[in-house]
């Protein structure tokens, strides 16, 4: 049975290809089985594949999930939260889509468009620029990739918990992938609320969770090399549920 499991940035720069494909006489498998096999397959890659997640069908599964040979399947490095997509990205975010992934520059306008109501009182915009020095290391530039589909769903689905958590909260995310320069706009998120303090709070919880479950990824380009930037705060478990 041939099981066909694409790869997104790190991952993909350590095997040097978009997918792998395992051969196996199962047709279904648990996740943790079939990172098992991965392993057994490459030995060399088994920190990375560990603390890696799979998802199946453009949602997270956990070790205990079955999944089969016929089913979409990806291995997700941790997430960025931050090198090109494979597939065709949105396009620009306009008047039509709150969520979006594209390859253009962000509109910090028409994105806050989005949230702009008349039963609200309170609307931010929290825009995510590339900087050029960390820690003393200057950067060149970021390089994003996403899992397109996913990372969709994912942008929607904090919208939905915003709304549930906050009645009546509206929520619209763009993220850029690609090159990103110094300075430039990565991501934009608008948040509004009928009040200021349920805004502030959906507002950080909209980013802390973008970077907890939304599969995109950023390559740090400096002066003398470069580095996939995975999840910076503690173990990552995309599958948890978010913090109260």
């Not at 996403?146 to 549930?164: C, S, V, W």
């Not at 995310?173 to 998120?189: F, L, M, P, T, Y």
């Not at 509004?192 to 950080?204: D, L, M």
Request: include cysteine; proline fraction near 7%; hydrophobic fraction near 45%.
């Amino acid at each position: 049975m041939k099981w066909t499991i694409e790869l997104f940035a790190g991952l993909a720069q350590r095997f040097n290809a978009a997918a792998i494909i395992l051969e196996s006489e199962h047709a279904q498998m648990t996740v943790s089985s079939l990172k098992r096999a991965l392993i057994a397959a490459y030995p060399e890659h088994q920190p990375l594949i560990a603390v890696s997640f799979v998802a199946c069908n453009q949602a997270y599964a956990s070790d205990e999930d079955t999944v089969a040979a016929s089913d979409e399947l990806a291995l997700l490095p941790p997430v960025s939260g931050g090198e090109d997509a494979a597939v065709e990205a949105e396009p620009a975010p306009g008047a039509c889509e709150p969520y979006s992934i594209t390859t253009e520059p962000i509109s910090i306008e028409a994105v806050t468009a989005h949230v702009i109501v008349p039963g609200h009182g309170a609307a931010l915009t929290f825009t995510g620029t590339t900087r050029e020095w960390t820690q003393g290391q200057r950067t060149i530039r970021l390089e994003y990739e996403a899992y397109i589909p996913m990372a969709l769903k994912t942008l929607r689905q904090i919208g939905d918990e915003i709304a549930e958590r906050w009645t009546g909260a509206r929520c619209a995310i763009a993220h850029r992938i690609g090159q990103v320069d110094i300075a430039e706009i990565s991501v934009v998120i608008a948040v509004s609320a009928p009040h200021r303090e349920a805004c502030y709070e959906a507002s950080r919880y909209a980013i802390e969770r973008l970077k907890q479950i939304v599969p995109i990824w950023k390559k740090e380009i400096w002066e003398d090399g470069s580095e996939w930037k995975g999840h910076q705060q503690g173990p990552w478990n995309p599958a948890a549920p978010p913090a109260n």
